[in-house]
Structure formats: structure tokens, C-alpha cells
T-cell receptor, first 116, second 115 residues
Framework: GAGVSQSPRYKVAKRGQDVALRCDPI?????LFWYQQALGQGPEFLTY????????KSGLPSDRFFAERPEGSVSTLKIQRTQQEDSAVYLC??????????????FGPGTRLTVL | AQSVTQLGSHVSVSEGALVLLRCNYS??????LFWYVQYPNQGLQLLLK??????LVKGINGFEAEFKKSETSFHLTKPSAHMSDAAEYFC?????????????FGTGTRLKVLA
């Protein structure tokens, strides 16, 4: 079946603009994760959903970052008033289980955000 | 807090030579460990994982890793490198105490395979 998809693949924003990044997880996957990968670094956790519930948002770097998954499938990561330090690849991952077992996470191709 | 250290941000090997990518972790509880590979402009793909049981784990594309608790290591190896192995490799530990099993990644090792 289809894997995790993300859109757009590339986004260029002017500093101060708001952006919205979309993630379509694998159908039926309960858990959904967002990670931020800065250039030359490993991915860093941002937030976690179990179905529509956001159970962990400890990695969100500021209150300008907001994520939702209203129907327990598609998720949107929104960044308000973008800053240059927000430039990174944003990765979405989904897994089958409810996050309490170490199931494999399946990753999308990412959205590369560049803030000018 | 759990953490992952990958020694060597860049590793070069000749085609046909042994591949060894190092990963050390710190964890207060028995860890779940993963290796992922990332090809350019693609998402992360799971190579192998250790959860419980046998400490030598075999993965896809001929890769394997051995969990050594005494050394807090989970090094990735492949007996003979192929040109198609050139990619970036990430070691990750699953953050069990948080209950969400989010991943904590190392900074990655870029593998170059020389003809």
C-alpha cells in the first residue's frame, strides 16, 4: 500500500509568514510523529498523536508551532511567524500501534522549509 | 535522559570492504534500538531493530548489528560494501520512559563507497 506522504515537498517562506505542512500517514496507523531535521543533524522529536489526541508536544520549540490531527488521520503542522531558525526538513512518521510498544515508525519524505 | 552518539560523521570504505558504523547509547532502562538509512530526497527506511531477545540482529540489504549492553553499543556492520550502500545512516533509541516511544536520533553518519 501507499506509504506516508507529505506536502508540499519544498516550501520557501519569507520571515514572518505562516506555513502549514501536511502529513498523510499510512491508513490505519494509530500513532503519528513529527520530527524536525536541521541541516547536518539527526531528526529531533516535535510532537506525537495517538489517533486524534496530542499526547506529547514536549519537543515543539515555541508557541509558534502548532500541530493537529482532528480526525485521527491526516495531520497538519503549522508554524506561525516563521523565523530563519525554522529552516529545516520536517519529517512525519506513523506507526501501527498506540505508541506503547516499539513498533517501527514509517517515515515520509519530508518537507524542506526554507525561511528567507 | 536517553541519548545516542554516532562516532564519525563521515565514513569512507572501498567497494567490497567491511562497513562499520558506530553507535553508543545511554539509557536508564533496557533500550529499544534502531538503525535507519536515508537516501537523498527520501524518507528514513528501517534497516533493523533490537527490542528483546537475540543480541545479534540481522536486517535488510545484508546489514546486521549487535547489542552489547556492557559497552552500551549497537554498531552496524556489513561484510562487503556495495556502491548502493552510499547514504546517511542514523542510529536511534526509543524513549520508553516517556511512554510514547518517540525516537531519539544520533547525528548521523554519511557513508561513502569508493570504487
Amino acid at each position: 500500500g501507499a506509504g506516508v506522504s507529505q506536502s508540499p515537498r519544498y516550501k520557501v517562506a519569507k520571515r514572518g509568514q505562516d506555513v502549514a505542512l501536511r502529513c498523510d500517514p499510512i491508513s490505519g496507523h494509530v500513532s503519528l510523529f513529527w520530527y524536525q531535521q536541521a541541516l547536518g543533524q539527526g531528526p529531533e522529536f516535535l510532537t506525537y498523536f495517538q489517533n486524534e489526541a496530542q499526547l506529547d508536544k514536549s519537543g515543539l520549540p515555541s508557541d509558534r508551532f502548532f500541530a493537529e490531527r482532528p480526525e485521527g488521520s491526516v495531520s497538519t503542522l503549522k508554524i506561525q511567524r516563521t523565523q530563519q531558525e525554522d529552516s529545516a526538513v520536517y519529517l512525519c512518521a506513523s506507526s501501527l500501534s498506540g505508541g506503547r510498544t516499539p513498533n517501527e515508525q514509517f517515515f515520509g519524505p519530508g518537507t524542506r522549509l526554507t525561511v528567507l | 535522559a536517553q541519548s545516542v552518539t554516532q562516532l564519525g560523521s563521515h565514513v569512507s570504505v572501498s567497494e567490497g570492504a567491511l562497513v562499520l558504523l558506530r553507535c553508543n547509547y545511554s539509557s536508564s532502562v533496557p533500550p529499544y534500538l534502531f538503525w535507519y538509512v536515508q537516501y537523498p530526497n527520501q524518507g528514513l527506511q528501517l534497516l533493523l531493530k533490537y527490542t528483546t531477545g537475540a543480541t545479534l540482529v540481522k536486517g535488510i540489504n545484508g546489514f546486521e548489528a549487535e547489542f552489547k549492553k556492557s559497552e552500551t553499543s549497537f554498531h552496524l556492520t556489513k561484510p562487503s560494501a556495495h556502491m548502493s550502500d552510499a547514504a546517511e545512516y542514523f542510529c536511534a533509541v526509543s524513549d520508553r520512559p516517556s511512554g510514547t516511544y518517540k525516537y531519539i536520533f544520533g547525528t548521523g553518519t554519511r557513508l561513502k563507497v569508493l570504487a
